[in-house]
């Protein structure tokens, strides 16, 4: 019966896994790789995207943004439209307070910061044609083409491999001599019941450049 039981666990794990994988996701290009470091070119794409203010926590947050944008792509829109899901879930930390420069990552209050959560919309949707939200807390925006540094991850989405891994990420590109131009992003592939060895998540800076290679 146990290992009955372990196989039926390791199969839906593969296949909500492979479901994942089959979702839309924004076109890159990898410029340049270091490790688990990538420097992608983005190209651009459309996102739906709320802000919530941190009054408990980030995980308590980030559900309330996601259940937001949720009730978006599902119909809750002016032209009761259902979108297909797309990949990532996408998050960045916005700063109401003043910001203290650390030797680790730029730290700030959470009572003090917004988190802004964001999804993709498939590829065929312009600004022009895309379902307008009916929740005024849901907005639509145009991310342009841009150059990322990104640090790739499993395990848990939480709090603490945020800030563990964007510390990594911080240092690694630092330490190439590049200009972050940016807050850090996070990005999650998965859906939560997703087990975390078989999740996808990412930390991930906008940058002026790449390092280039020697030959």
């Known amino acids: ?13 593969l296949v909500l896994s492979a479901s994942a994988a089959a979702l839309e996701k924004p076109e ?3 410029l340049y790789e270091d490790g688990r470091i990538e420097y992608r070119l983005y190209a651009p794409y459309i996102v739906a995207e709320t802000t919530v203010a941190m009054e408990r926590s980030y ?6 943004g996601f259940r937001r944008l949720l009730g978006y792509i599902t119909g809750d829109n002016i032209a009761n439209a259902k979108i297909d899901m797309t990949a990532p ?18 730290q700030t209050q959470a009572n003090n910061d917004d988190l802004q959560i964001a999804f993709m919309l498939p590829l065929k949707f312009s600004m022009l044609d895309a379902p307008v939200p009916a929740d005024e807390r849901v907005s639509l925006r145009q991310i342009p ?7 790739r991850y499993s395990g848990r989405w939480t709090d603490k491999n945020r800030q563990r891994y964007e510390s990594q990420l911080r240092e690694s590109v630092e330490t190439a001599g590049i200009e972050i131009l940016s807050s850090a992003e996070s990005a999650a592939y998965n859906p939560p019941f997703t087990p975390p060895f078989l999740r ?7 940058v002026a450049d790449y390092p280039k290679a020697d030959f």
């Open 59 to 64: 995980n308590s947050a980030s559900n309330e």
């Open 28 to 30: 890159y290009e990898v």
């Open 1 to 13: 019966m146990f290992k009955t039981t372990s196989a039926l666990i390791s199969t839906l794990a």
């Open 89 to 106: 879930v996408q998050m960045s930390m916005e700063a109401k307070g003043e910001e203290i420069a650390m030797t680790a990552p730029v």
């Open 145 to 151: 083409g841009r150059l990322m540094a990104v640090v």
């Open 200 to 206: 996808r998540n990412e930390i991930m800076f906008e």
